[in-house]
């Protein structure tokens, strides 16, 4: 079983401390790979509010051909991280042409358009990248959003996390997520490794979603674009979640609402239930089927963690105001918050979502059965 | 016979008929009962002379023949009153002196069922034992990451839904502007398909009723039943236990009459109406009720003389083309109950589904699609249209179901497949894999009939008489002294068991595979075959 730990502060930390926590969580992955979603960047990343970052890895021939692509399009190179890598890679890391974190002015004439559609623009430029890359296998993108940075590979995290220096202060965040990875189904893939973005939103998860097949035959079908990929079978929630907040335009409380709709039983006696009803029976394809636990961050840097509704995975969330930590195992938040008050740890059940905001002042529990803020 | 007597083309033996009589005479006692209780009047009371010689020996007396008169069973071998292997003499007899065996030898009788050249008809099923769902296993167990779950003791959410649902953009957006959202009825994913009152028996009709009513009341499982095309008794319309029935509405229209002026006393609405365009055992053919079967309760319900056939045509007469009969029909019905009642058409499967199925997609007012297989059973049809015709089910449905992810749709117009679910007995299996190929919803009726009330028909051609209203078991009669052998309340007791032990069955399915939270409708990737022509047709995984 993968291993999550997500960390939100109000001052930018050291992804380091996530990837530490990952370590001491070993005994439940197996080395063969690790993620970071880092946001609330302090560096000079951070600085550049209105440039997309590119984050993906590149061969050199994947990097003449993003140049040029970039170039035509009409983008500016803002800042970009050089990486001064020891000669060799850890054990079972590969060798790679270039790890790429580069800031991006966009084209000028998007500065005119709403915000929506440049968001899509940047979408759209994000895809055509991979889909450029996958023809030749020379370029990987995991996110190319203002304010994201994003690091994928293979090998054991703590070592993986040494060699690329994750620790530097350019890479400092408030927001980290990060995913130790158990290859189980698929071939390691980095498209396949978690965390998963879709414009500012993303998810890690662990555990087999069993609905996963019909989930992304709707998804792939529904004509939003970024819906696609599949990879693993994980990825279909940080799309659902995108599809609740941004398509339905839902509050981060209805996300639980929309995965694991209530029992009818425990829906009838729900001051929402008319709403409730109705989105559980238009929404019935994106119901999961877990065991699974989701840790997700939205635009906003809220961070969350929920469960399926019936198969639960362990998970835990706690820190004091200011640090406030998500893990998959106790023993990751001791690693990493061991001043923690650890009566206030909270475990969410079926029913919760365990959400800390930007300002990391303390954990808000929702629970299904309480009334939906914003329902209609 | 004498063995100088004419012979005519049909004049047959035993041996050319399908089934012939074991009659064993020690054990006989003589009592007739299973002469009274054939429905086919297959055999009658034998009266045998034998002759033995008496040679004798001296010269004194001379030899002798001696007559003996023997009674027994005779039976017949004219092909219009040939057993249909019903069993039912073997039932009654109380010495176990009778039962019918299947001949070895291929039956004749097929080449001569047709005297005055009108071509066999019958009631039942294809006689065809092959399945294809049978063959479907369910591969992808939760053995990892994901534990597999205990059927016994886990909350599963077994339920569907009929009805248009709208992508969920559009019903957010409908509900915000208090617009019109299309009815939706949340039931149990097997339905009992629509077969008449007319064709049934009242017996048999009140007793699934029943059934269907205490499961619902006392057993909190939403089970639905479709009326068929007849109708439906006035007491019913009116009475609070309507929103369990699906109307159905057919070609003959017959019984409307009595429903839309029952409309304005209903207490309830219906749980949807399905318009019959087609079934699969008969696909392109009109329904039948034979005048054996229109007695005055039937002539009265379908608003008919007594006595007459009633043909449905096998189109809806008053439409030029199909898809404006569908786009009119679903409207009108709609508009009927106020919008309120979901309302969907039933095909027979075929090559053409898909072009159907694109119509409703752009129909807003279209509640689902049912199709129902080659498999499905049928009252009375012509044998050729039962045997020859068709599309199965499987692969059309999953057609249907593909397409409708094509265009994002899937689960928006639930499908409902019919036809050949549990023919070999395999019920939960069967609707596990149609469910899991694509369809929201699974109808049955032979299973049904076979299970709650005793039908001994079978893919094997016997008895299959429901046509002519001599059912034995009185399922399928119009007859007081046949249905009345039914007992509606043990009917209703049987339909009861049959549902709980589906539902068990179905979560000692889901369970190994993790799904318990909805149904997993489209989950092809738990499908396995061993068939690779098939598992590429239906997009499914190959297993030897
Ligand atoms: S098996 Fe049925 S049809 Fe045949 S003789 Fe017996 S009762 Fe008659
Ligand atoms: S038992 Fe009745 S319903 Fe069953 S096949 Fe025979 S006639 Fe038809």
């Known amino acids: 079983m993968c291993r999550l730990f997500a960390l939100t502060s109000t001052e930018p930390v050291s992804p380091m401390r996530a990837v530490r926590a990952l370590d001491v969580m070993r005994e439940g992955h197996d080395g063969s790979g690790v993620g970071l979603f880092l946001t609330g960047l302090g560096g000079p990343l951070g600085a550049l509010a209105d440039c997309p970052i590119l984050s993906g890895i590149l061969t050199s021939e994947g990097e003449r051909r993003l140049n040029q692509f970039m170039d035509d399009k009409g983008f500016t190179l803002r800042h970009r991280l050089s990486w001064n890598l020891p000669a060799t890679p850890p054990p079972g890391t590969p060798r790679r042409g270039l790890y790429l974190v580069a800031a991006y002015e966009p084209p000028d004439r998007w500065r005119a358009l709403p915000p929506a559609e440049r968001e899509l623009n940047i979408l759209r430029t994000r895809l055509e990248l991979k889909h450029m890359g996958l023809e030749r296998e020379d370029i990987t993108v995991f996110s190319f959003w203002p304010d994201v940075v994003m690091l994928k590979e293979i090998g054991d995290p703590l070592a993986v996390g040494r060699y690329l220096d994750v620790d530097r202060e350019d890479l400092h965040a408030r927001q980290i997520l990060a995913q130790g990875r158990q290859n189980t189904n698929y071939a390691i893939n980095l498209y396949a490794c978690h965390p998963f973005f879709i414009q500012g939103i993303c998810t890690m998860t662990n555990g087999e979603n069993t609905a996963f097949v019909p989930i992304k035959d709707w998804l792939t079908a529904c004509g939003v674009p970024g819906y696609e990929g599949y990879h693993s079978d994980s990825e279909v929630f940080t799309h659902i979640l995108h599809y609740a907040v941004r398509r339905l335009g839902l509050p981060l409380a209805a996300y639980k609402h929309v995965i694991t709709p209530l029992p009818d039983a425990d829906m009838r006696s729900h001051p929402d239930a008319a709403f409730l009803e109705q989105l559980k029976a238009a929404c019935r394809k994106l119901i999961i089927d877990g065991p699974n636990c989701v840790i997700g961050c939205l635009p906003d840097r809220t961070m969350f963690m929920v469960q399926d509704s019936k198969k639960l995975r362990p998970g835990v969330v706690g820190g004091r105001p200011g640090l406030y930590a998500f893990s998959s195992e106790i023993c990751g938040l001791d690693a990493a918050i061991p001043e923690r008050d650890k009566t206030r740890d909270f475990q969410p059940m079926h029913l919760d979502t365990a959400i800390v905001g930007p300002g990391c002042e303390e954990i808000e529990i929702c629970r299904q059965t309480q009334p939906l803020p914003q329902a209609r | ?544």
Request: hydrophobic share 40%; aromatic share 6%; glycine share 10%.
């Open chain 2, 1 to 544: 016979m004498p063995s100088n007597a004419a012979i005519a083309p049909s004049t047959l033996s035993h041996v050319d008929l399908p089934w012939r009589i074991d009659w064993t005479g020690d054990k006989c006692t003589l009592c007739g009962q299973c002469v009274a209780v054939c429905p086919v009047r297959a055999i009658e009371l034998g009266v045998f002379r034998k002759r033995e010689i008496k040679a004798s020996f001296g010269l004194s007396t001379t030899s002798e023949n001696q007559y003996s008169v023997r009674y027994g069973i005779r039976q017949k071998t004219d092909p219009g009153f040939a057993c249909i292997g019903c069993g039912m003499c073997d039932m009654v007899c109380p010495g176990d002196a009778i039962t019918p065996r299947r001949n070895d030898e291929q039956p004749k009788l097929r080449m001569h069922a047709n005297k005055g050249g009108a071509p066999r008809t019958r009631g039942g099923r294809r006689n065809d034992r092959g399945s294809l769902l049978d063959q479907i296993k369910f591969v992808r167990i939760s053995m990892l990451t994901d534990p597999a779950l205990d059927a016994g003791r886990h909350e599963f959410d077994l339920t569907t839904m009929i009805g248009r649902i709208l992508p969920p953009e559009t019903a957010l957006e409908t509900l915000r502007n208090q617009g019109w959202m299309p009815p939706v009825r949340k039931i149990y994913p097997l339905l009992i398909g629509g077969m008449s009152f007319g064709a049934l028996s009242p017996n048999m009709w009140e007793g699934l009723q029943m059934g269907v009513a205490y499961l619902n009341e006392e057993l909190h499982m939403p089970v639905r039943m479709c009326t068929g095309e007849g109708g439906c008794p006035p007491r019913l319309l009116r009475s609070r236990f309507l929103k369990y029935v699906i109307l159905q509405i057919a070609s003959g229209y017959f019984g409307w009459d009595e429903i839309i002026h029952a409309l304005p006393e209903m207490k309830e609405d219906p749980c949807a109406v399905e318009i019959k365009y087609g079934q699969g055992a008969k696909p392109g053919d009109g329904g039948l009720l034979m005048w054996h079967k229109v007695n005055k309760l039937i002539a009265a319900i379908r608003g008919v003389p007594v006595g007459v056939s009633l043909p449905s045509p096998t189109t809806h007469q008053t439409k030029y083309s199909i898809e404006e009969a569908v786009a009119k029909m679903i409207q009108s019905m709609s508009m009927a109950w106020g919008f309120r009642v979901p309302v969907y058409p039933k095909i027979s499967a075929t090559t053409t589904s898909l072009a159907v199925l694109n119509n409703l997609a752009r129909n807003k007012y279209a509640a689902g699609l049912a199709i129902d297989g080659e498999d499905g059973g049928t009252g009375a049809a012509y044998n050729v249209s039962m045997d020859h015709m068709g599309h199965p089910i499987a692969s059309n449905i999953r057609d249907c179901y593909l397409n409708l992810c094509r265009i994002g749709a899937q689960n928006e117009l639930p499908l409902i497949a019919g036809g050949g679910v549990g023919k070999n007995g395999n019920l939960a299996a069967n609707a596990a894999a149609l469910i899991m190929l694509g369809a929201s919803a699974v109808q049955v009726g032979k299973y049904i009939m076979q299970a709650a009330a005793g039908c001994v028909g079978s893919e094997g051609d016997r008895c299959n008489v429901c046509n002519i209203g001599v059912c034995p078991k009185g399922i399928t009669s119009q007859d007081p002294r046949l249905y009345r052998r039914l007992d509606p309340e043990k009917v209703a007791g049987r339909v009861v068991e049959v549902f709980l032990a589906f539902d068990s069955e179905m979560k000692k399915i889901l369970a190994p595979l993790g799904r318990s939270t909805s149904l997993p409708i489209g989950m092809s990737d738990a499908l396995g075959i061993g068939d690779k022509n098939a598992a590429d047709r239906l997009s499914i995984r190959y297993c030897v």
